[in-house]
């Protein structure tokens, strides 16, 4: 049943566990799916078929519990166990994605961060030292390495990619400007920077056409 | 016509344009529907009903010139002019935003870096200069800007929105972990990144269940 959710649908339940994270830091314990519709902007029907595809989480005349609803979120997101993450590229945005303390509050624990520059050779982000290119395939086979995240060069993330699939990786943040091709079985999350500049772009230009 | 355009079909075109650039990077003059949608892994079909979106740019039995579709998708997507940027915030995700080089060839020309951090006055990042956020609406004024990044803590990120919707800006490049409550006629990207991660989480757990 699972494998038939869609990844639009996937895509929207990290912004319930936002809201619904809120709502309990305001003290808020259950919510209807209209109140939490006017509160997100989608309608109370998208909601209710969103959670449906999880077993639903509402009852009738009450609403959800919000507690409860952020919980189970929460599993259906695997924010329930921890996940090691290693840094592949520790310029500003590698050291930015390091020093999201909030990162680790939701169980993503980075625990390395690897550079080619040999200038950065000991050094550490946060506690966390910066280890060279050759020490990858060691630290891969010591520690438990959950999620690889690429913040390196477009022309350096194909061969980086070999190298952590083939040390067994399963999983790649990538934020190197291209599509990476992996094996079946490694799932990859894409941050597209430049994508999302350009979408905004044409939003921009949409808009100015709209007013004239 | 235009606006019946979805954001689905939006988010796709910085792809296409990704890979026509590749292709014109390795000399490619010419490609069909069918080779560029297995290089891209979709269905020929979506790229031909993307595309007809803007009118086509195909012709029957000779596919797509790959230099005319690079530069009319790049026209669609508001890269032929320059779009002036500030960032706010200049902290390690601000100053890897500043640091792109990358994004100047395609318009996107930072102008200026503001902070709340008295020990920045007076730096720069790549020459632009690190400003303090009682200098931002007389930078506005002065200064055409297209478009603000807000890279800081999202318990900033409401009171500075206001300020710059009041100074005129119409778009917003958010990577503040909320949701912006802005005016009708500006536009807003978000890249949120905890949302990504947990996305890509949600894929590992759900692939790990699937190999049980």
Redesign the interface.
Known sequence: M??QIS?AV??R???Y??YLGELLDNGVERISSNELSIRM?VTASQIRQDLNNFGGFGQQGYGYNVQYLYEEIGK????DRQ?NIIIIGA???G???A??V??EK?G?VTIGLFDVNPAMRGLSVRGIPIKMMDELEDFLADNKV??VALTLPKEMALDVTDRVVKAGI??I?NFA???LEVPE?V?V?N?????????????????E???E
């Open positions: 699972e494998k990844q996937i895509k339940m990290p912004r566990y936002r902007k259906i997101l695997g924010l996940h310029g500003n945005l050291q930015a994605l020093n999201y909030k990162f939701r993503f959950d999620i399963r999983a943040w400007h291209l599509d079985g799932v999350q941050v597209h920077l430049s994508d999302s500049l350009m979408q905004l772009s044409y939003n921009i230009v949409k808009h056409m709209e007013q």
